[in-house]
């Protein structure tokens, strides 16, 4: 009988499971691309925001310490955090619901909704305020006067600046989530249908942590522009010292008036607040989140 050879079979070589992305060749170009981009953000955004850091430190944190002693600043101050609290809150629920509505279904005047949205990006904020007064204004306003007889109050009081500050900051909120719901699809939701889930069931356990992250991001964008929102608040407020001022209308009162390192402590502050949350996110988020 022949002797049967047996050769051993080699194990197939091992698969990567994280393949590396492809080397850009690095050129000329791309060295004067790179100098170009960094010296555009040193001059629009490092170095005009370390200045103000560095002007708001000249004599160490007196200037810090004098804003927080002043009642009218902490009330502004007050009134800044509460109005961006509510912001968030309201674009949240709202763009959410937006968003799915948007992504998960189709009607009628779909591509007027989704133009509408962008509205608050592209028009002045000035005009947003205006608005507001001419349709919540206690006089001449087409809801004010009856609104007022109610013993309700938008135009110069907190609810108008609310109203202002949630108008401008929508479409960010909505911006973020509308492209991660595209992503994710809908067959895992089908696939949880098939089984007898429920819509609530499916919203909480299904889409609401495919989207968490892209919720995130819309409420540090939204709290952002909320806190530092200027001339829609600036036209509803009414400006009264101590009831109706944000923090961002005492920086140009402050300016105005003479006391920049008062102006530069309150915008130190507001600045803070928004890197601190993008550097807590930036911190918290899963790397295969770029």
């Not at 763009?95 to 591509?111: A, D, H, Q, T």
Request: glycine share 8%; charged share 15%.
């Amino acid at each position: 009988m022949a002797d049967t050879l047996v050769h051993a079979v080699p194990d197939p070589a091992p698969v990567e499971e994280h393949r590396r992305a492809p080397r850009v060749r690095r050129t000329p170009t791309t060295y004067v691309l790179r100098f170009v981009a960094t010296a555009y953000l040193f001059l629009l955004v490092a170095w005009p925001v370390s200045l103000v850091v560095v002007n708001t430190f000249d004599d160490g944190f007196g200037s810090i310490g004098s804003l927080l002693a002043d009642p009218d600043m902490v009330v502004a101050l007050q009134l800044s955090a509460y109005v961006a609290v509510w912001s968030v809150v309201i674009n949240t629920l709202f763009g959410v619901g937006i968003s799915l509505l948007l992504v998960r279904y189709e009607f009628p005047g779909k591509r007027l909704l989704n133009a509408l949205l962008d509205i608050p990006l592209s028009v002045s904020p000035i005009v947003v305020g205006l608005a507001l007064v001419l349709v919540y204004g206690g006089r001449n306003g087409w809801f004010g006067p009856t609104l007022a007889g109610w013993g309700f109050q938008v135009i110069f009081s907190t609810p108008g600046i609310i109203m202002a500050t949630t108008f401008v900051a929508l479409p960010l909120m909505i911006r973020e989530i509308v492209p991660v719901l595209e992503e994710v699809g809908i067959e895992q939701e089908q696939a949880a249908e098939s089984l007898g889930a429920s819509a609530a069931q499916r919203f909480w356990r299904i889409t609401l942590p495919s989207i968490k992250w892209g919720i995130v991001y819309g409420v540090v964008l939204t709290l952002a522009r909320s806190l530092g929102e200027f001339g829609a608040v600036k036209v509803v407020s009414g400006n009264v010292l101590g009831q109706t001022r944000t923090a961002t209308l005492a920086v140009e009162e402050k300016y105005l008036n003479f006391d920049p390192q008062g102006a530069y402590a309150t915008a130190f502050l507001l600045a803070m607040v928004s890197v601190a949350c993008i550097v807590v996110v930036a911190i918290i988020r899963p790397k295969n989140h770029a």
